[in-house]
């Protein structure tokens, strides 16, 4: 064979420049590859060990944990566990929402530096675990979870962790809206470890309105919330507190005669009682003459407000944010949050040595009255004065006192108004009931966390023009050039 003739074939092209190049790019490939595996293992370990290493991207932070769990979570001082009656897997395989609370509880437990843990039980196979809790309701297949500290528990439904959507729960369909793990865990986390739980007396039978939000904000801050009819039974004894809420329908003469020797308590005092009237105004003479009793009178029309920087809306001055009193804001996490408040009447003091202001508009609001004609002008109601829409009346025994508490309307403490962050209605509310009753936990509202909607949360236009123009036109058409200078290079080796 003539030295000097070039091999040919296969041998050729692992002897050629460009196999070698194409070699030396194929380890370099294989060795990204490997180090990408390389490194999602670890990371995937690093998270399973320490979930708060999860970096939360969705624009509504649908997996990260509240403060107010944190703060929670971080100072619990007793060992809770949250029992959940499932294996892992199959809890998780009931669908992203539960894959989300997964997630949730183990930051939870994260923050709680060991204080707080999840164990899966699956009841199937460990029936004997439910004799431990005899005091739940097993025959409730809304059953989900056991909250334990020592020898406290709570039963904790479905209910309590998801909220469904009304329109397909008619049709008798169970799809999830929201998360609501956070709270249920909290609450009764709260519950289980709490030595001072109150009772909460609702009144009821008087045709009020709706109170299923003023009544889960005060169970969820580990209060024993029950309901008594006057017109069949008397408040608690043991009760410290009882709640009014928009009757429309007056309580009669028997009733209030109930509550003014509950309140007295044979001479020993130490009770309260908090009445939120309706703003519709309905016709309650004897609930009224109580209330002026303890030295306070409501309006005969809604206040309205007039200076600029407490109105919520310019187009309507019956919605206004209030200023505080000089008493129940101690306990408030950030006292420069307000409480707002909408159709509301004021709240006068007729005496005012046993009856002082909560809340108040300001010295440029007015009393707008029920039976103003067109001809009443705004600007010629107003006193001059600081009219409140909240006030106490107080009444003193020999070690204790007992006191009338007073709100201007019931709609400050709706739904919407509850679950407000930007407003302290929740946390003012919470705040009067904690003083009064020596506790020293803060009030606590976690609202549902949902999937939907995840977007990046970008709205501005000229930064969406941009990002358009960045993702749909520059980096592929940079992607293309690059290719195609690639293609040239190669193509000339």
Same mark, same amino acid.
């Given at each position: 064979m003539d030295k000097n003739q070039q091999p040919s074939g296969l041998k050729a092209f692992f002897k050629s420049r460009k196999a070698r190049h194409g070699g030396l790019a194929i380890a370099i490939v294989a060795a990204a590859v490997a180090v990408v595996v390389v490194l999602n293992i670890v990371v995937g370990l690093?998270?399973?060990?320490?979930?708060?290493?999860?970096?939360?991207?969705?624009?509504?932070?649908?997996?990260a944990l509240s403060e107010d769990t944190t703060e929670f979570m971080s100072h619990l001082s007793k060992d809770v566990t949250m029992h959940i009656l499932s294996t892992e897997d199959a809890f998780e395989g009931n669908?992203?929402?539960?894959?989300?609370?997964?997630?949730?509880?183990?930051?939870?437990?994260?923050?709680?530096?060991?204080?707080?843990?999840?164990?899966?039980?699956?009841?199937?196979?460990?029936?004997?675990?439910?004799?431990?809790?005899?005091?739940?309701d097993w025959t409730d297949n809304r059953m989900m979870a056991v909250m334990t500290c020592g020898d406290k528990y709570q039963g904790i439904l479905l209910d309590d962790c998801f909220t469904y959507n009304q329109e397909y729960l008619a049709a008798g369909y169970y799809q999830v809206e929201s998360t609501t793990i956070e709270q249920a865990a909290v609450t009764n986390a709260l519950k289980v470890t709490s030595e001072n739980m109150p009772v909460v007396d609702f009144i009821t039978g008087n045709q009020?309105? =709706?109170? #299923?939000?003023?009544?889960? *904000?005060? &169970?969820?801050?580990?209060?024993?919330?029950?309901?008594?009819?006057?017109?069949? %039974?008397?408040?608690?004894?043991?009760?410290?507190?009882?709640?009014?809420?928009?009757?429309?329908v007056?309580?009669?003469?028997?009733?209030?005669?109930?509550?003014?020797k509950w309140l007295e308590n044979d001479g020993k005092y130490g009770r309260n009682l908090i009445y939120l009237p309706s703003p519709e105004n309905a016709e309650t003479p004897n609930t009224e003459a109580l209330v002026e009793e303890w030295g306070l009178r409501l309006t005969d029309g809604f206040v309205y407000e007039t200076s600029e920087d407490h109105l919520v809306s310019s187009s309507d001055m019956f919605a206004f944010i209030t200023d505080y009193g000089d008493v129940y804001t101690d306990n408030l996490k950030n006292k420069d949050i307000p409480v707002m408040v909408y159709q509301v009447r004021g709240v006068e003091?007729? =005496?005012? #040595?046993?009856?002082?202001? *909560?809340? &108040?508009?300001?010295?440029?609001?007015?009393?707008?009255?029920?039976?103003?004609? %067109?001809?009443?002008?705004?600007?010629?109601?107003?006193?001059?004065?600081?009219?409140?829409?909240?006030?106490?009346?107080?009444?003193?025994?020999?070690?204790?006192?007992?006191?009338?508490?007073?709100?201007?309307?019931?709609?400050?403490?709706?739904?919407?108004?509850?679950?407000?962050?930007?407003?302290?209605n929740a946390g003012f509310f919470m705040s009067i009931l904690n003083t009064l009753s020596e506790k020293e936990d803060d009030g606590i509202t976690i609202t549902g966390k949902t999937l939907a909607n995840q977007e990046l949360g970008v709205t501005d236009l000229n930064t969406n023009t941009a990002m358009s123009v960045i993702f749909i036109g520059v980096i592929p058409a940079v992607i293309l050039i690059l290719g195609i200078i690639v293609w040239i290079r190669r193509r000339h080796m």
């Open positions: 690093l998270v399973d060990r320490f979930p708060n290493l999860k970096v939360d991207l969705t624009a509504n932070s649908a997996y669908g992203e929402y539960y894959v989300q609370a997964r997630n949730l509880l183990e930051k939870m437990e994260a923050a709680s530096d060991g204080k707080f843990k999840v164990d899966f039980v699956d009841i199937a196979s460990n029936p004997s675990f439910t004799n431990s809790y005899k005091n739940i009020e309105s =709706d109170y #299923t939000s003023l009544k889960s *904000l005060i &169970s969820n801050n580990a209060y024993d919330v029950r309901e008594v009819s006057l017109l069949t %039974d008397d408040l608690d004894d043991d009760a410290q507190f009882a709640v009014l809420y928009a009757p429309q007056d309580l009669d003469t028997a009733a209030v005669e109930k509550l003014s003091l007729t =005496d005012e #040595t046993n009856a002082h202001a *909560l809340l &108040s508009a300001t010295d440029r609001a007015g009393v707008f009255p029920l039976d103003a004609d %067109d001809s009443f002008r705004p600007e010629d109601g107003i006193t001059g004065k600081a009219i409140p829409v909240a006030a106490e009346g107080v009444k003193s025994g020999a070690d204790a006192e007992s006191r009338l508490i007073v709100f201007g309307s019931e709609r400050m403490f709706t739904s919407d108004f509850l679950n407000m962050n930007s407003l302290n």
